[in-house]
């Protein structure tokens, strides 16, 4: 793993949160995209080399939603960039991590994605990111 890609924060209201930490980091978001096959709309927030995700639930059967109802408004995950998410994936496989996604899928920012099972990292929902290269 590289560095942290970026911190995820579950939202119930994305256009009022844009706004809280908007704000709060003096800066205003650079980028809204949906990913619909996770059920969510994001917002990114840069920060030097540093990046805030928060994530609104666009269905009531998200993770984001199912997340929000558990355990409300706030961290949902932590984000790690690697250079090569396959080869990450079959390492933590090895390693004796349970994943939730075991072959990399299409997030936001352009990236390639997965996650590890909070079961098996300490309570702590960790995402794997590989930048698209086009």
């Given at each position: 793993m590289k560095k942290i890609e970026h911190i995820g924060i579950a939202v119930k209201d994305l256009d009022a949160s844009n706004e809280i930490f908007?704000?709060?980091?003096?800066?205003?978001?650079?980028k809204i995209e949906a990913v619909e096959s996770e059920g969510v709309k994001?917002?990114?927030?840069k920060l030097g080399p540093n990046k805030i995700e928060l994530l609104q639930a666009t269905s009531k059967d998200s993770p984001i939603a199912k997340f929000i109802e558990k355990?409300?408004?706030g961290v949902h995950h932590i984000a790690f960039a690697v250079s090569n998410i396959e080869n990450e994936i079959e390492r933590l496989k090895k390693e004796g991590f349970k994943l939730i996604h075991e072959v990399p899928k299409k997030g936001a920012d352009n990236k390639r994605i997965a996650?590890?099972?909070?079961?098996s990292t300490n309570g702590v929902?960790?995402?794997l990111c590989e930048?698209?290269?086009h």
């Open positions: 908007a704000t709060l980091f003096g800066k205003q978001h650079y994001t917002s990114f927030f355990k409300g408004e996650f590890l099972h909070p079961k929902l960790i995402e930048e698209i290269k």
